[in-house]
Nanobody, 115 residues
């Protein structure tokens, strides 16, 4: 079993920054990739950014140039640095881990961008 613990969400003004963290524990051997998704009320969950075990990254078009995903393999932790935040970034952000045994989700952390 894998446990994912997210942190770093909160309320920020437009143009501000936040850094999300997701720490994985448990059966984390052979992680393929980790990523961040978000889901706003009434909308489908969507990919924000992902990073593979080989450090290949992928970003959704709306966040390119503003968000950066990184990982610390020694800590089994993935980070999402979010800069130049916009009101439309408001959502619940979920961490996802893909491993040989399957895919796992965190509980989500709320990000609200508002003045």
């Amino acid at each position: 079993q894998v446990q994912l613990v997210e942190s770093g969400g909160g309320l920020v003004q437009p143009g501000g920054s936040l850094r999300l963290s997701c720490a994985a524990s448990g059966s984390t051997a052979g992680i393929y990739a980790m990523g961040w998704y978000r889901q706003a009320p009434g909308k489908q969950r969507e990919l924000v950014a992902s990073i593979t075990s080989g450090d290949s990254t992928n970003y959704a078009d709306p966040v390119k140039g503003r968000f950066t995903i990184t990982r610390d393999s020694a800590k089994n932790t993935v980070y999402l640095q979010m800069n130049s935040l916009k009101p439309e970034d408001t959502s619940i952000y979920y961490c996802k881990l893909v491993a040989p045994r399957g895919s796992y989700w965190g509980q989500g952390t709320q990000v609200t961008v508002s003045s």
